[in-house]
């Protein structure tokens, strides 16, 4: 398996230019997230699914947006793109269930800078 | 979930035990301890989560004391390849919904030769 892959690694762009950051999981999660991390910060949660077709807002939603059509992949959209969003996005992904130490699985991140 | 608090950095040793204390007072009855860790800017890495007994698995032990209010997580034998922020995280049991985790700021850990 190759767990949870993210695309692109690195991405510089142009203030109010579009992107979509893409994330993969082949390992038949239900729930995925999208976080992001700022220098010497910790992961806030962007948005998060809980199935395909199922998404919700997470602590810092503003100025993204998510789909979930399949049980694999959770694209994450910046529409016009700020220097606020330079920042490094991590996608995850987890089974829940009462048996399970409920892990969450990252990926590698993608690398954003907003200029 | 409760908030935890973690010293910024320690050092440690490589061959020695490395302890990472969390404080987490406000902890309720039905949310565990987890610790992730984030080695140089990857993806955090879960490590190991606990209720309220001591919990050891084949990277670390994680103690947890009798009033749930603080935990320390131990690397018996660090190595250079420990050197990483550590994230101690105070979540809700199984709620048959997405478990969000809330990250601080964690503790860098340091191992030196």
């Known amino acids: 398996n190759a767990g949870v892959t993210q695309t692109p690694k690195f991405r510089i762009l142009k203030i109010g230019q579009s992107m979509t950051l893409q994330c993969t999981q082949d390992?038949?999660?239900?729930?995925m997230y999208w976080y992001r991390q700022d220098p010497g910060m910790g992961l806030k949660l962007i948005y998060y699914?809980?199935?395909?077709?199922?998404?919700d807002k997470g602590e810092v939603p503003n100025g993204y947006n998510v789909s979930r059509s399949t049980t694999e992949d959770f694209p994450l959209r910046l529409e016009l793109a700020a220097p606020s969003q330079t920042s490094v996005y991590f996608c995850a992904s987890s089974y829940s269930s009462p048996r399970l130490r409920d892990e969450q699985f990252f990926g590698p991140g993608t690398r954003l800078t907003v200029l | 979930d409760a908030k935890t608090t973690q010293p910024p950095s320690m050092d440690c040793a490589e061959g020695r035990a490395a302890n990472l204390p969390c404080n987490h007072s406000t902890i309720s009855g039905n949310e565990y301890v987890y610790w992730y860790r984030q080695i140089h800017s990857q993806g955090p890495q879960y490590i190991i989560h606990g209720l309220k007994n001591n919990e050891t698995n084949e990277m670390a032990s994680l103690i947890i004391t009798e009033d749930r209010k603080s935990s320390t997580l131990i690397l018996p034998h660090a190595t250079l390849r420990d050197t990483a922020v550590y994230y101690c995280i105070v979540r809700a049991a199984y709620t048959g919904t997405a478990s969000k985790l809330t990250f601080g700021t964690g503790t860098r850990l340091q191992v030196t030769l």
């Open positions: 699914s809980v199935g395909a077709g199922i998404t």
């Open positions: 390992m038949n999660h239900n729930y």
